[in-house]
């Protein structure tokens, strides 16, 4: 989940999804995708749970380097 923060490097993302997949319990549904350009793609999707607010729709914003994730943006 969104706590505000940026994370960078392999080292802190992973500390990142270790606690929010153990903080909430969610459901996740993709509901849409598109690629923006030859880099830069948008996959949006809905999660349901017990984090505050309950619901929402999250924007996740990537560019791809070299088949690998470069830069992730994750909004409502």
Not at 24 to 31: D, E, V
Not at 50 to 76: C, K, M, N, S
Request: glycine letters at 10%.
């Amino acid at each position: 989940m969104d706590d505000g923060n940026t994370y960078q490097g392999t080292e802190e993302i992973e500390g990142w999804l270790g606690r929010s997949a153990t903080q909430f319990t969610y459901t996740i549904q993709l509901t849409g995708a598109e690629q923006t350009d030859a880099t830069h793609y948008i996959a949006t999707h809905h999660l349901e749970g017990d984090f505050p607010g309950g619901t929402v729709d999250l924007r996740y914003r990537f560019t791809l380097r070299d088949d690998l994730i470069e830069r992730l943006v994750i909004e409502p």
